[in-house]
């Protein structure tokens, strides 16, 4: 199956610093990505879709000023946490599909693990 | 609303056969898929259906109604390494994945 990859896979910051997280796909053209974000012991929550080239959707509930997403080509991209608080620690996940072919998955990213100070 | 359902914790034993259910209320239905999440990673890919009927492969099963609403995923011969979370999602008319709040499937020896 197609790969992504994040990086990096796990962060530690101080409150109120910003962290960039990537996410790629290796081997194949990202249409769409899609960020999510998992609390413990609690199911994915889609944080945003994010279209090459064009401005995310973000989800009701999700400061799009606090986490900046941008997809600037068909394999890369980035999400931002500006001014990063303790309850912003999470497990933060990418996930890729495209539009070409056969595929009709999404395709996850490892996880980054992100804990504020 | 769009809604997914499955239970929230399974236990079977090494061996056995488990069934875990998911029933759905969504707006536009484009395909329904299973993925497995161990702890502390992030979810692989399992199964997918978008037409009734079964799916096999390998020890797994995974079947879908769509005038139910409802799917389920078909563990067979159960190892201690299936102990996971399991996650159904549909992908609604927007083509978005709506996702329930994943099984928990304990494997006792």
């Known amino acids: 199956g197609a790969v992504v990859s994040q990086h990096p896979s796990w962060v530690i910051c101080k409150s109120g610093t910003s962290v960039k997280i990537e996410c790629r796909s290796l081997?194949?053209?990202?249409?769409?990505m899609f960020w999510y974000r998992q609390f413990p012991k609690q199911s994915l929550m889609l944080m945003a879709t994010?279209?090459?080239?064009?401005?995310?959707?973000?989800e009701q509930g999700v400061e799009k000023d606090k986490f900046l997403i941008n997809h600037a080509s068909l394999t890369l991209s980035t999400l931002t946490v500006t001014s990063a608080h303790p309850e912003d620690s999470s497990f933060y996940i990418c996930?890729?599909?495209?539009?070409?072919?056969?595929?009709?998955?999404?395709?996850f990213g490892p996880g980054t693990r992100l804990t504020v100070l | 609303g769009q809604n997914i359902d499955q239970p929230t914790e399974m236990t079977a034993t090494e061996g056995a056969i488990v069934q875990i259910n998911c029933t759905y209320q969504?707006?536009?239905?484009?395909?329904l898929f299973w993925y497995q999440q161990h702890a502390g990673e992030a979810p692989t890919f399992l199964s997918y259906?978008?037409l009734d009927g079964l799916e096999e492969k390998g020890r797994l099963s995974s079947f879908l109604s769509r005038s139910k609403g409802y799917s389920y995923l078909l563990l067979k011969e159960l190892q201690m390494k299936d102990s996971a979370s399991y996650l159904c999602?549909?992908?609604?008319?927007?083509?978005?994945?709506?996702w329930g709040a994943g099984t928990k499937l304990i494997i006792k020896p």
């Open positions: 259906n978008v």
């Open positions: 996930s890729a599909s495209s539009l070409a072919g056969d595929s009709s998955e999404q395709f």
């Open positions: 994010s279209n090459e080239g064009s401005k995310a959707t973000y």
């Open positions: 999602a549909v992908r609604d008319s927007n083509y978005q994945l709506i």
């Open positions: 969504t707006s536009g239905f484009n395909g």
């Open positions: 081997d194949f053209q990202a249409t769409t």
